[in-house]
């Protein structure tokens, strides 16, 4: 699987968006973007993935840049409950891969 | 929503004692995997288990450590003989398929060895 890097630590005020870059240079044409976080020593919970189009859900919105080299995790507004760390993988979409967590943002979401 | 339980939430053992650590994962789901946590560092992947075999595995599992789905629903990780470097949350994932990539984690069970 292709390496990501991503900030070690971020801090956004609480209500306004956070947006989490990752770099993600050697991608493969199959391979797609994930992004997971971390609550504390919660399990790793799966916020959203893309291939090369921008996706949108309930939690996140994924921006993928033209070249997919480099994408962004959008918190649309954060809230405390967002403080955790959040992590970008790059993965072949066969379920059977497994994912390679890296160190991951610590996002801190102040009052 | 559905969800992965895991069982104990934590376990306390005795070096060289075998623990065994449960997972019910998502009913639907089929493959099913472990990873590991040790405080302080990075999520680390175990090993991932499909159509009742190990499909893929780490060098971190090695004889010490088996998987089994033994009724069809329980996928369950033992540890044969436990040392202090295996202390550490271990956290069980599914994923449905092939169409949702997804995976689902549980809470995981924090194992100390003392």
């Known amino acids: 699987d292709a390496k990501t890097t991503q900030p070690t630590s971020m801090d956004c005020a609480e209500g306004r968006a956070a947006n989490l870059p990752c770099n993600h240079s050697?991608?493969?044409?199959?391979?797609?973007v994930y992004w997971y976080r971390q609550i504390h020593s919660q399990g790793p919970q799966y916020i959203i993935h893309?291939?090369?189009n921008n996706e949108t859900n309930e939690m996140a919105s994924l921006i993928i840049t033209e070249d997919r080299k480099s994408s962004t995790l959008i918190l649309p507004h954060a809230t405390l409950r967002d403080t955790a760390v959040y992590y970008c993988?790059?993965?072949?979409?066969?379920?059977?891969?497994?994912?390679?967590f890296g160190g991951g943002t610590r996002l801190m979401v102040k009052p | 929503e559905p969800e992965v339980t895991q069982t104990p939430s934590h376990q306390v053992t005795q070096m060289g004692q075998e623990v065994i650590l449960r997972c019910v994962p998502i009913?639907?789901?089929?493959?099913f995997y472990w990873y590991r946590q040790i405080l302080g560092q990075k999520v680390e992947f175990l090993v991932s288990?499909?159509?009742?075999?190990?499909?893929?595995k780490s060098e971190i599992f090695d004889d010490q450590f088996s998987v089994e789905r033994p009724d069809g629903s329980n996928f369950t990780l033992k540890i044969r003989s436990t040392k202090l470097e295996d202390s550490a949350m271990y956290f069980c994932?599914?994923?449905?398929?092939?169409?949702?990539?997804?995976?689902?984690f549980g809470q995981g069970t924090r194992l100390t060895v003392v």
């Open positions: 993988i790059v993965r072949a979409a066969n379920a059977g891969n497994m994912l390679t």
């Open positions: 050697t991608i493969s044409g199959n391979e797609y």
């Open positions: 893309g291939l090369k």
């Open positions: 009913s639907n789901h089929l493959y």
């Open positions: 288990f499909y159509n009742n075999e190990i499909s893929e």
């Open positions: 994932a599914s994923i449905e398929g092939e169409m949702n990539t997804e995976a689902f």
